[in-house]
């Protein structure tokens, strides 16, 4: 996932939009990256996605919540896994 989010120095720039910061400790260290302004409906946008309901559930605790956050991470699997088939 994080291979789909840029690191610092190859963002886009724009004057609009928002940047999105992900990072996961690895054995290496840390795996970062920035999204900016990411498509509706792309990978990168449901991982943003995710991440809000994530953030919704923990606030609320709304079963709701929680069910967006599953579904939006089997999707993002299911594409994943596709891609590397692809490979």
Known sequence: MLKDIHAD???PFGIDG??????????NGEL????????QGSRVGKFVDMSFSMKD?????RPADLK?????AREIIQETEADNADE
Not at 20 to 27: D, E, I, L, N, V
């Open 9 to 11: 120095d190859e963002l």
């Open 18 to 27: 928002e940047t999105y910061y992900f990072s996961m400790p690895s054995t």
């Open 32 to 39: 970062a990256g920035q999204a900016w302004s990411p498509r």
């Open 57 to 61: 559930f923990c606030e609320r605790k």
């Open 68 to 72: 967006t956050v599953a579904s939006l």
